[in-house]
């Protein structure tokens, strides 16, 4: 599966984004997916992830309320719509596929990664 995350750039706070992630190669409609994200000397750190359906959905705390995950799984693609940004949201932005139906919150529970893209807000 390779994955493909678009949608970054620069906002000032309280702004909002969206971000897509298009797979290709494999289907990803029998995987959970997650969003996962890395600021400047960080860890990578869990966003949010969805289940193969996307009935299922959990959020970090620090994004719960503001972000939204979601998928479209006859365009192969999942998205995250980010909201009411704060400047401690920015950092590069990463979609991952799981081999698994259940959502997930481990970096190590995903198989597969996209690029990055950057998310950068002004206060």
């Known amino acids: 599966v390779q994955l493909q995350a678009s949608g970054g750039g620069l906002v000032q706070a309280g702004g909002s984004l969206r971000l897509s992630c298009a797979a290709s190669?494999?289907?990803?409609?029998?995987?959970?997916m997650g969003w996962f994200r890395q600021a400047p000397g960080n860890e990578r750190e869990f966003v949010a992830t969805?289940?193969?359906?996307?009935?299922?959905?959990y959020y970090a705390g620090s994004v719960k309320g503001r972000f939204t995950i979601s998928r479209d799984n006859a365009k192969n693609t999942v998205y995250l719509q980010m909201n009411t940004l704060k400047p401690e949201d920015t950092a590069v932005y990463y979609c991952?596929?799981?081999?698994?139906?259940?959502?997930?919150?481990?970096?190590?529970?995903?198989?597969?990664w996209g690029q990055g893209t950057q998310v950068t807000v002004s206060s």
């Open positions: 969805i289940n193969w359906s996307g009935e299922s959905t």
């Open positions: 991952a596929a799981s081999d698994g139906l259940a959502y997930r919150l481990r970096k190590d529970d995903y198989s597969y």
């Open positions: 190669g494999r289907t990803i409609s029998s995987r959970a």
